[in-house]
């Protein structure tokens, strides 16, 4: 690589988290850092703005705004759902070579680490001298090779919490609450609702990952046994649970469900999944009390629900992909490693071999029975949900006898 003053470009893709903004000022403060960087250039809206050529000068922002940036959750530099091909990924390096970029740091998940993907076998084509690093963001947890990654913490902080406090509320008022959360493949997020349990009859009684067969008739099933042996039922399901032939249950229930820009069935933002399994219940078990609710965007970007173990990671990534390009000179993705009982360390992984690929839970996190998570599953996601977890109590009540004898 060239010792002379170098322009980098970085931008943020997919959906937004609640961290993604750390990695971005990690990458923007450890690049100044470097004597060999001269400018810091942000994309608006991911790759969009790159073929549009509509970046902002991050070097000119302070540090004291970026720290605060940092703690603020979305993508600050806007996001996109563009899922570039090869042409596209073409026009993304006429525009890096134009404006002379030679560091490219894209953050985001299966599709960005694709694109830095092919946008750097463009400049070997080329022979062009830039460097692309991916830096690992998605709530779904979806990334191979990586322990974990950067936004899912923090999503599931909130799925964790926000089951505990459907829990009590279902408690209070018996009858079935279904929340259905983000995860078309992969079932980590659901699978966080039962780190919301303290108690062993708290909820969510029943977990449903799309890592497992959804038969309806089972499903059924389970709630009405689960509802005579407590009195209620809180259910925790993906909503991407489909049945033996991979079909969306939502595709199956919905008359009507928009797709998205790839093609797939509309999941996300919706409430119909929830709407058609409370249905159900109600139709077919006979039970009146029956409440559904999608978290659809919430668990995202929730503000002051952010794993501080998340948080300090996205940082993390963000300035170890500077470090990798700089001093590693080669192309590659951040990945997060865990050693010892909870620490991390980073790897530059090859980018062929995290691109375009998904990661589903590991068959040791998924109880037998399918509807409920292992202690395994426990023991890997605590440590990363963070410190200060709310923590939920019951009152002992002693029984004072009757005297009518009523019940």
């Known amino acids: 690589m060239s010792a002379s003053p170098t322009k980098i470009l970085v931008a943020q893709g997919g959906g937004p988290t609640a961290v993604i903004n750390q990695s971005l000022v990690g990458v923007v403060l450890e690049a100044r850092r470097h004597r060999g960087i001269d400018l810091v250039y942000g994309a608006r809206h991911g790759v969009r703005g790159i073929v549009n050529e509509d970046f902002v000068d991050l070097t000119q922002e302070t540090s004291h705004n970026l ?8 993508a600050a530099l806007g996001s996109t759902r563009d899922k570039p091909d090869l042409a596209y990924c073409q026009e993304i390096f ?12 894209n953050i985001g998940g299966n599709d960005s680490s694709d694109t830095t993907r092919i946008v750097a076998d463009e400049a070997r084509r080329a022979g062009y001298a830039l460097r692309c690093l991916h830096i ?3 709530i779904d947890n979806d ?19 926000a089951f505990a406090g459907a829990n009590l509320d279902n408690a209070a008022l018996p009858g079935v609450y279904v929340g259905v959360v983000m995860g078309r493949h992969a079932g980590f997020l659901t699978a966080a609702s039962a780190l919301g349990k303290k108690f062993p009859d ?3 009684h029943l977990i449903y990952v799309p890592e497992r067969v959804f038969e309806l008739d089972r499903f059924l099933a389970d709630v009405k046994a689960t509802h005579e042996r407590h009195g209620r039922c809180v259910i925790a399901v993906s909503e991407g649970i489909h049945d033996a032939s991979g079909r969306p249950i939502a595709a199956q229930l919905a008359k009507d469900l928009e797709q998205d820009a790839h093609g797939n069935v509309q999941l996300s933002g919706s409430g119909a999944l929830a709407d058609l399994l409370c249905q159900e219940i109600k139709s077919r078990l006979g039970i009146k009390r029956v409440r559904g609710d999608t978290f659809g965007y919430l668990q995202r970007s929730f503000v002051g629900c952010v794993s501080d173990v998340d948080a300090r990671e996205a940082r993390e990534v963000g300035e170890k992909a500077v ?7 080669r192309d590659g993705s ?15 992984l090859r980018l062929e071999a995290v691109a375009g690929k998904t990661r589903t839970m590991d068959d040791a996190f998924i109880a037998p029975s399918g509807t409920d998570v292992t202690d395994a599953f426990r023991l890997y996601l605590r440590p990363l949900l963070g410190s200060g977890m709310p923590d939920a109590f019951r009152l002992r009540p002693a029984p004072v006898p009757k005297v009518l004898g009523r019940a």
């Open 67 to 74: 720290e605060l940036v940092a703690g603020t959750p979305a």
């Open 94 to 105: 006429k525009v890096l070579q134009a404006h002379g970029i030679r560091h490219f740091f």
């Open 136 to 138: 690992p963001k998605t």
């Open 143 to 161: 990334l191979v090779l990586n322990d974990h990654t950067p936004g899912f913490p923090s999503a599931a902080r909130f799925v964790a919490q």
């Open 202 to 204: 708290d909820g969510p």
């Open 323 to 329: 470090q990798f390009a700089m001093w590693g000179d």
């Open 334 to 348: 951040v990945a997060i490693k865990r050693t010892g009982f909870y620490s991390a360390d980073y790897e530059l």
